[in-house]
């Protein structure tokens, strides 16, 4: 049974941080690029951050750039999300997808984790 299980979301005053985790079963982590996407209410999803299945390459989306950081444990089979100096507009439900490095593969995704920049 494959499962994407997010954590480590919750209420944080702006200028704080929070560190998103993603734990995958059921399938080969490995053979998988992750990425966090989130969606604020009333906004279509939007991708966040991309990591390469070895986890040498990261990229990320402009407003998150230097404030975000994305990483990966291949041996523990999760990808985690390290937010810093976070704004308001942060505010959403992140989600961690799976992609497949093999064409025809199924993507994955997790249930979402609730993300609140307020004071």
């Known amino acids: 049974q494959v499962q994407l299980v997010e954590s480590g979301g919750g209420l944080v005053q702006p200028g704080g941080s929070l560190r998103l985790s993603c734990a995958a079963s059921g399938f080969t982590f490995t053979s998988y690029v992750m990425k966090w996407y989130r969606q604020a209410p009333g906004k279509e999803r939007e991708l966040v951050a991309t990591?390469?299945?070895?986890?040498?390459?990261?990229n990320y989306a402009n407003g998150v750039s230097g404030r975000f950081t994305i990483s990966r444990d291949n041996a523990k089979n999760t990808v985690y999300l390290q937010m810093n100096s976070l704004k308001p507009e942060d505010t959403a439900v992140y989600y961690c997808?799976?992609?497949?490095?093999?064409?025809?593969?199924?993507?994955?995704w997790g249930q979402g984790t609730q993300v609140t920049v307020s004071s």
């Open positions: 990591i390469s299945i070895t986890g040498v390459s990261t």
């Open positions: 997808k799976a992609e497949p490095f093999v064409c025809g593969w199924p993507n994955y």
